[in-house]
């Protein structure tokens, strides 16, 4: 957010985020975080590490449609009384032509293409270049630049957050370990799977978000969960209070803490609650 501002303290808060980010991805520790599009661009090195015009909208939307209808504006973009200049989020007007030229220049058809391109590099670039800069210098703490040249931005969002979509119910079941009385064969444990098995996409997600503090399964699936996914019994079989009480976790451990219910719609119920 170039209205942050870039004072030292700033700088050092985004090296910070981008060392926790780092250590998370060389871990295999998945983080609900998303990140812009082109603010993830900036971890790439060398000219991989430029956003150009595509990333815009991860930016700001509102602007990427405005820079879109001046490029197709044809002999029009001279009566929107737009110049070779751009306004900084502090107010100050900065010429985009080299030197700080350009805030006298009118758009035109003529220039509207340069302009585009010229906004948009400002935008994506320029304006946050110290903050920008100060993550990848600690997300490289971490984890080298030469491998993060293999990996797209989109890619880098899902080694960082995992892949979004439907849940792998029975790839999370292959790879869940089992504790407190609980085993595979267990019926209140059959029970959870059927229950899992039977939430929506977004109940899904929230449920795993629940244990493991992510919403999204590891990249490469439920195999890479560190530690595994845990379910844990909470409770005796029988117990009348069994109804009355919700399952915790510890999302440190991806543990989830489930009293034995005694029917599939106690359970589901109170999964929803929790």
């Known amino acids: 957010d170039p209205a942050a501002g870039c004072s030292a303290r700033v700088l050092q808060l985004y090296e910070f985020l981008g060392c926790m980010v780092g250590k998370a991805v060389y871990e295999g520790i998945l983080l609900e975080l998303p990140l812009a599009q082109h603010f993830l661009r900036k971890v790439l090195p060398g000219r991989l590490g430029q956003a150009g015009a595509a990333d815009l909208a991860s930016l700001d939307a509102e602007l990427d449609a405005n820079l879109r ?70 997300f490289h703490c971490l984890i080298a630049p030469e491998w993060v040249s293999l990996f797209t931005p989109r890619e880098l969002q899902e080694l960082v957050s995992g892949r979004a979509g439907k849940i792998d119910v029975d790839d999370m079941r292959a790879h869940t370990l089992y504790q407190g009385g609980f085993h595979e064969d267990h019926p209140v444990v059959h029970t959870f799977w059927e229950v899992m098995a039977s939430l929506s996409a977004r109940e ?26 845990c379910l ?43």
């Open 69 to 138: 209808y001046v490029k197709r504006a044809g002999v029009a973009a001279a009566d929107l009384g737009l110049t070779l200049a751009a306004t900084t989020a502090g107010g100050r007007e900065v010429g985009l032509l080299p030197g700080g030229r350009g805030a006298q220049v009118p758009v035109t058809e003529a220039n509207a293409a340069l302009y585009v391109h010229l906004m948009a590099h400002f935008r994506l670039n320029a304006e946050t270049r110290a903050a920008s800069a100060a993550f990848a210098e600690g």
């Open 204 to 229: 899904q997600r929230l449920m795993v978000k629940f244990v493991t503090s992510c919403s999204r399964a590891p990249l490469m699936g439920f195999s890479a969960l560190q530690p595994n996914f």
């Open 232 to 274: 844990s019994m909470a409770g005796h079989v029988g117990d009348k209070s069994n109804a009355e009480r919700l399952p915790t976790a510890a999302t440190c451990m991806n543990l989830l803490k489930m009293p034995p219910y005694d029917s599939k719609e106690l359970m589901k119920e109170k999964f929803v609650q929790a």
